[in-house]
C-alpha cells in the first residue's frame, strides 16, 4: 500500500517572496494548504498572494484570543493531520479549551516553528526573568502551552538552546533545522562572475533588509561616515523598503555622505539582487534579522554582525567568514577598519561564506528536516501499516 502524504496545515502571517520556493518544495513532500492573513502588512516586505503553485487561503487575522479566528472551518474542511505554527499564535491557539477538543478529537498534532531565539542572550538572565512577578503569568501559561506542544523545530543552535534552557521544554521535542531560503540563483551567478574575473569593490559594505529601526541602519551609516576620512572611495549600498527609508535617506544627507551612499529600493528578484551584492565585498548586518545573511554569503560576502536572531551562531564563524561586533557604533567602526585592512583576506572569508551556505545551510537540507518531523509526528506510516 503506498503511504499517504501528511496533511500538513501551515499558518503564517503573509506569504514573503523569499518563502515561496520553501513551501513550493515542502508542498511536493506533503499535502500543505498555506492559511494566511488577508488584511496583515508587513512594511517592506513583499506578500505574494497570486499565482501560487500550492493550496492556500486568506483569512481575516485577530488583535485579541486566536490569531486566525477561523482557522475551526479550515480544520474541518481540510482535516489536517499537523498544524505547523510560530510561537505566537501557537501560544494563544493551545490556551483555547475548544481548539485543545477539537485537536484531541481530530489527533491534529501541532509544531512550533520559527526563529524566537533571539528574545534572550543569556540563557541565566533569560530564565530569571520568567519569573519575575509581572511575567509569571506569561510564564505559567507558556509552560503549559509547550507541553501541549508535539514538536518544536528551532531554526538555530541558539532557539534550540533558548527552548531547552529557558522554556524547559525536553531535548527529545526539540529539532535543529536551520532556517534557509533558496540561493541557488545568487550563488550561481556568484560563481560565474567570479570565474569570469568581474572585478568587487574592495572598500564596498552592503546591506540588505527591511529598512525598519529595529535593524539599526541608522548606526551603520553614522559608523560608515567615521570611516570615510580613511577610506574616501568606500561605498555604502542599502538595499530594502520600509518605514525607516526616509530618515535614512536624510540622515545621510545631513551628515554630507549621500554621494557614498546607495539606495536601491527593495529587489525580489535573486537574478538582480545577485548584482549589488557582487559589487560590494563586506555584508553588515547591524541589528536584528537573519534570511539576509544567507543571501549575502551564497555571493561570497564577508559578514559583520551583532546579535541578530540567533542563526548567525552558526552561519557565521568569527574570523573565518565574518567578524561579530558588540552592538556599539565604537566596535561597529572598529570592525570595518579592520575588515578593510586586508582586502585579499575579505575574499576568502567570502569564499568560505559560499561554502557554508551551498553545502550546509541550504534549501534542500531544510526541506528533509521538515518533511522527516512532520512524517514522524504525523504517524503516517505507522498508521497505513496497521
Known amino acids: 500500500?503506498?503511504?499517504?502524504?501528511?496533511?500538513?496545515?501551515?499558518?503564517?502571517?503573509?506569504?514573503?517572496?523569499?518563502?515561496?520556493?520553501?513551501?513550493?518544495?515542502l508542498n511536493k513532500h506533503v499535502d500543505l494548504l498555506v492559511m494566511a492573513s488577508r488584511d496583515k502588512t508587513v512594511k517592506g516586505l513583499k506578500d505574494i498572494q497570486d499565482n501560487l503553485p500550492f493550496k492556500n487561503i486568506r483569512v481575516e487575522s485577530s488583535k485579541r484570543g486566536i490569531y486566525h479566528p477561523e482557522i475551526f472551518n479550515v480544520i474541518e474542511s481540510f482535516k489536517p493531520n499537523v498544524i505547523v505554527s510560530w510561537n505566537t499564535s501557537l501560544r494563544t491557539?493551545?490556551?483555547?479549551?475548544?481548539?485543545?477538543?477539537i485537536l484531541r478529537e481530530k489527533k491534529i498534532k501541532t509544531i512550533w516553528t520559527g526563529c524566537d531565539g533571539y528574545e534572550t542572550q543569556n540563557f541565566f538572565v533569560g530564565l530569571l526573568a520568567e519569573f519575575l512577578p509581572w511575567r509569571l503569568g506569561r510564564t505559567l501559561r507558556d509552560f503549559l502551552v509547550t507541553r501541549r506542544v508535539t514538536h518544536f523545530i528551532a531554526h538555530s543552535s541558539h532557539m534550540q538552546n533558548f527552548l531547552r534552557r529557558v522554556k524547559l521544554v525536553p531535548q527529545r521535542k526539540i529539532t535543529l533545522t536551520h532556517n534557509a531560503i533558496d540561493t541557488s540563483k545568487i550563488s550561481?551567478?556568484?560563481?560565474?562572475?567570479?570565474?569570469?574575473?568581474?572585478?568587487?569593490?574592495?572598500?564596498?559594505?552592503?546591506?540588505?533588509g527591511r529598512l525598519i529601526f529595529g535593524k539599526k541602519i541608522d548606526m551603520l551609516v553614522k559608523a560608515f561616515k567615521a570611516i570615510l576620512p580613511d577610506y574616501p572611495e568606500a561605498t555604502?549600498?542599502?538595499?530594502?523598503?520600509?518605514?525607516?527609508?526616509?530618515?535614512?535617506?536624510?540622515?545621510?544627507?545631513?551628515?554630507?555622505?549621500?554621494?557614498?551612499?546607495?539606495?536601491?529600493?527593495?529587489?525580489?528578484?535573486?537574478?538582480?539582487?545577485?548584482?549589488?551584492?557582487?559589487?560590494?565585498?563586506?555584508?553588515?548586518?547591524?541589528?536584528?534579522?537573519?534570511?539576509?545573511?544567507n543571501t549575502a554569503m551564497s555571493c561570497g560576502l564577508t559578514i559583520i554582525h551583532t546579535h541578530a536572531d540567533g542563526t548567525e551562531e552558526d552561519l557565521i564563524r568569527n574570523g573565518v567568514n565574518g567578524w561579530f561586533?558588540?552592538?556599539?557604533?565604537?566596535?561597529?567602526?572598529?570592525?570595518?577598519?579592520?575588515?578593510f585592512q586586508d582586502p585579499k583576506k575579505l575574499k576568502v572569508m567570502g569564499e568560505k561564506s559560499e561554502d557554508f551556505i551551498t553545502n550546509k545551510?541550504?534549501?534542500?537540507?531544510?526541506?528533509?528536516?521538515?518533511?522527516?518531523?512532520?512524517?514522524?509526528?504525523?504517524?503516517?506510516?505507522?498508521?497505513?501499516?496497521?
Not at 1 to 25: G, R, S
Not at 93 to 101: A, E
Request: glycine share 8%; charged share 25%; net charge neutral.
Open 93 to 101: 491557539m493551545l490556551m483555547d479549551k475548544r481548539i485543545n477538543i
Open 188 to 208: 550561481d551567478l556568484y560563481k560565474l562572475w567570479k570565474g569570469q574575473g568581474k572585478p568587487r569593490k574592495s572598500y564596498g559594505i552592503i546591506f540588505t
Open 1 to 25: 500500500m503506498v503511504n499517504a502524504k501528511p496533511k500538513v496545515l501551515f499558518e503564517i502571517y503573509v506569504i514573503p517572496h523569499y518563502q515561496v520556493p520553501f513551501l513550493t518544495e
Open 361 to 386: 545551510f541550504n534549501l534542500q537540507n531544510m526541506i528533509n528536516d521538515y518533511v522527516k518531523v512532520i512524517e514522524r509526528v504525523a504517524c503516517i506510516n505507522q498508521e497505513n501499516e496497521k
Open 236 to 293: 555604502l549600498t542599502i538595499v530594502g523598503e520600509g518605514p525607516a527609508k526616509e530618515n535614512l535617506e536624510k540622515l545621510s544627507q545631513d551628515l554630507g555622505i549621500q554621494n557614498n551612499i546607495i539606495f536601491t529600493g527593495g529587489i525580489y528578484d535573486d537574478a538582480l539582487l545577485a548584482e549589488p551584492l557582487y559589487d560590494n565585498s563586506l555584508f553588515i548586518l547591524p541589528g536584528v534579522g537573519g534570511l539576509s545573511f
Open 325 to 339: 561586533f558588540d552592538g556599539s557604533e565604537k566596535d561597529l567602526i572598529k570592525k570595518i577598519k579592520g575588515a
